[in-house]
C-alpha cells in the first residue's frame, strides 16, 4: 500500500470526497456537534469548534502516518458540505478497515452515501487492497444499517450496546463486507 497522503480528491458522480481541512469548518462543527449523528458513529459529540479544529488536524495527522483516510463529501453542484467518510482502524497488514461515515441533517434528502459508499468500497478493495471492511453501528440507526444491507454487508450482534442521546442503551451490529463479494460488482469498480 503506498502513502495515503496522495489520496486525493476522489470523485463520483455527484460528490468529491477531499480532506476535511477542505471543508469549512463551521460546516465539519454542525455535522460533530449534531448528538444523534455522534451517538451514531460512537464518538463523543464536539462541543465547541476548537474542539473540531483539534479533530481535523488530528484527523491529518493520522492520514500522514498512513493510519486513516478522513474525507469531507462536499455536492459538485453546489458545493455544499454533505458529510464525512472514514477509513481506519486498519490491521497491522492493512488487509481489514473499519468505515465510518456521516451526513449532515441537512443534507439527508440527498442520496449523498447510496453514491458515495460504493465508490469508497470500490477505493479501499481495488486500489488499497484491503480485503474487507466492517462498521459499528446500533441497531436503532436503521437507514444506515439498510444502507450498507443493501451494499451487500451482513450483519452480526457484537455483544455490546450504545447509548443515544436519550440515554437509550441500543444493541451494537457489526456489519462486514469482503472485497470478494463485490469483485464483478460495476457500481464498485474503481
Not at 456521516?102 to 458515495?116: F, I, K, N, T, W
Request: charged fraction near 20%.
Amino acid at each position: 500500500m503506498t502513502c495515503f497522503e496522495k489520496y486525493h480528491p476522489l470523485l463520483s458522480a455527484h460528490y468529491t470526497m477531499d480532506w476535511l481541512t477542505m471543508a469549512k469548518l463551521k460546516d465539519v462543527f454542525a455535522l460533530r456537534n449534531d448528538p444523534l449523528v455522534a451517538a451514531i458513529s460512537g464518538r463523543e459529540r464536539d462541543s465547541s469548534i476548537e474542539a473540531t479544529a483539534h479533530y481535523v488536524n488530528q484527523s491529518m495527522r493520522l492520514v500522514m502516518a498512513d493510519r486513516a483516510l478522513l474525507y469531507g463529501v462536499t455536492a459538485r453542484d453546489d458545493r455544499s458540505f454533505c458529510g464525512s467518510f472514514c477509513l481506519w482502524n486498519f490491521s497491522e497488514n492493512k488487509t481489514q478497515a473499519q468505515i465510518r461515515f456521516e451526513v449532515l441533517a441537512a443534507q439527508a434528502s440527498r442520496p449523498v452515501m447510496a453514491e458515495v459508499l460504493p465508490r469508497m468500497l470500490g477505493f479501499a478493495f481495488f486500489e488499497l487492497g484491503v480485503t474487507q471492511v466492517y462498521a459499528l453501528l446500533p441497531e436503532t440507526a436503521t437507514a444506515d444499517v439498510a444502507l450498507l444491507k443493501a451494499n451487500h454487508f451482513t450483519a452480526t450482534s457484537t455483544g455490546r450496546t450504545r447509548t443515544m442521546p436519550d440515554g437509550q442503551s441500543v444493541p451494537l451490529l457489526k456489519l462486514t463486507l469482503a472485497a470478494d463479494t463485490v469483485k464483478n460488482d460495476p457500481r464498485y469498480q474503481f
